[in-house]
């Protein structure tokens, strides 16, 4: 039976009263409970994210050791230090030195006449029209027809021309394989032409000039090395296309006069090969017509500003 309570009366005050106190102390504890079950979690969270975090960086930490021992499996940063140049090619050969005057020469409208990979048995025809006409050259030489015809090297060392180094083998993959290589096939070659003519190279010219696609990788660290050395090398600015396929002479005069005549001075690349008859059969209308354009003539000396391909090809 439900006993009903009068308003106003002291019992209706005591309900009230009592139904308060019981209200202020129940909801602060509901409240309380659930901050304290909330705070648990995000306490639980948090611990689960640092460790997370932990194993993150040890993972990160393990990677980075093994790609230093390991370069196969190294990252950009480790594969950077495992290219690190070593430079022990700077202590081969100690004798491989030369110095660059600091003083250049003044050479206005002159032309180097050069020609690779010789000496061959078309080297004695350069050497005399050479000298029908007074002019110095450069022959930038190779191993092997070196030492098949010392005579002919001998003979373009007498006349006093350039004899710069080209290289022993003129095997592309080979010299330009490292700095090491590189340096190994050029001593070769230098102390030949030494050996066999008395004089010792300043200057040289890399097969397949000073940037090609066989020494991407590395002619800039052959460069500075062969620089370090003291050794000047030369590229060139007017090129005859003498060893392109079925090229007439009349061609390779063409090619040299119209090269030319766009430059101030001019270093003419041609070839003193087997196969080069036609530079020879060109030889006296190449020098008529530089000539005709106002240009005297010179050979490569290491006092000559060099001509060198760009880096940024
Ligand atoms: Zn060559």
């Known amino acids: 039976m439900v006993q009903l309570v009068k308003i106003g009366s002291v019992k209706f005050f005591k309900v009230v ?6 209200l202020l102390i129940i909801i602060p504890t509901i409240t309380s409970i659930a901050l304290g079950v909330n705070c648990y979690a995000v306490k639980h969270k948090l611990a689960a994210a640092n460790s997370s975090l932990i194993e993150t960086q040890k993972l990160l930490d393990k ?13 950009l940063a480790n594969s950077a230090i495992d290219k690190t140049p070593s430079f022990e090619y700077q202590t081969l050969y100690s004798s491989l030195y030369s110095s660059i005057p600091y003083d250049k020469v003044s050479d206005d409208h002159i032309a180097y006449l050069t020609f690779d990979d010789g000496p061959s048995s078309n080297t004695m025809r350069i050497l005399e029209i050479l000298a029908k006409y007074n002019i110095k050259a450069t022959f930038f030489v190779t191993g092997p027809s070196s030492e098949s015809h010392p005579e002919y090297l001998k003979a373009i060392a ?3 021309h350039t004899i710069g180094v080209h290289s022993y083998s003129h095997k592309y993959t ?20 030494k050996s066999i003519s008395g004089v010792s190279p300043t200057v040289f010219r890399f097969p397949g000039g000073s940037i090609n ?5 590395d002619y800039m660290e052959i460069i500075a090395e062969m ?8 590229d060139w600015n007017v090129s005859s296309g003498d060893v392109a396929l079925r090229t007439t002479s009349a061609e390779i005069v063409e090619n040299v006069l119209s090269g030319a005549k766009q430059q101030n001075r001019s270093i003419i690349l041609m070839h003193d090969r087997l196969d080069t008859d036609n530079t020879v059969a060109a030889l006296p209308s190449v020098i008529d017509g530089l000539i005709e354009q106002g240009y005297t003539f010179a050979p490569i000396t290491n006092a000559v500003r060099p001509i060198t391909f760009s880096y940024s090809k």
């Open 227 to 234: 620089t370090r050395r003291g050794y000047a090398y030369y």
């Open 63 to 75: 990677s980075k050791s093994e790609a230093v021992s390991d370069p196969v499996k190294g990252d």
């Open 17 to 22: 009263i009592l139904t308060t106190a019981l």
């Open 213 to 217: 696609s066989y020494n991407s990788d």
């Open 158 to 160: 007498d006349a006093g």
């Open 174 to 193: 080979e010299i330009y394989s490292s700095v090491d290589a590189y340096l190994m096939d050029f001593e070769k070659m230098h102390s030949l032409v």
